[in-house]
């Protein structure tokens, strides 16, 4: 199957109601918030999309992304590649209120005025979702090795300056 490049909205009522299922892709040029959050973004968006109707008759849109891109380790300050893929189950709303009776395995996606879904942002979204929270190489990949790194010891003269909230604790005993 050839992989086609992914329309920017849908309209997932009637994809679902056809069963559609796309296998396409995101140029990274395309993913410019993603690529405002790394370092670059290395490789196009691969996507998976299904859209069916469950059995409560709520449309539902299945679907993985996967991108590469390039972080900056927070040890080392050097780049290194990291894989995001990521899962994702969303059902679209109306409103925010109709998300309250969504069962928990959906997320809710909210149509625009002409009754699509911006599939681009929801997909970027997931993948900024899925960027590490502290971005590090492996510890046996990195050049900061576990004997340079310090756990909890201050240098003396830090150990050795008053505590500046003492005069908190004096106000309290008074």
Known sequence: MQKVRLPLTTDPVKDAQRRLDYDGYYAASQLERLSESVSKVLSDAQVTLSFYIDPQKLVVMK??????????????????????ECDFCYSPVA??????????IYEPIE???????????????????SLPIVPMHSSE????????????ELPEELAKKPNPFAVLANLKQK
């Open 141 to 152: 990949h990195c050049e900061v090795s576990v004997a340079e790194q310090v756990f909890g």
């Open 95 to 104: 409103n925010w209120d109709q998300a309250d009776v969504l069962p928990e």
């Open 111 to 129: 149509f625009d005025p002409f009754g699509e879904i911006d599939l681009l942002g929801a997909i970027e979204d997931e993948l900024i979702l």
């Open 63 to 84: 679907g993985r992304a996967t991108v590469d891109v390039e972080l900056i380790c927070q040890r080392c300050e050097q780049p290194f590649l990291q894989t995001l």
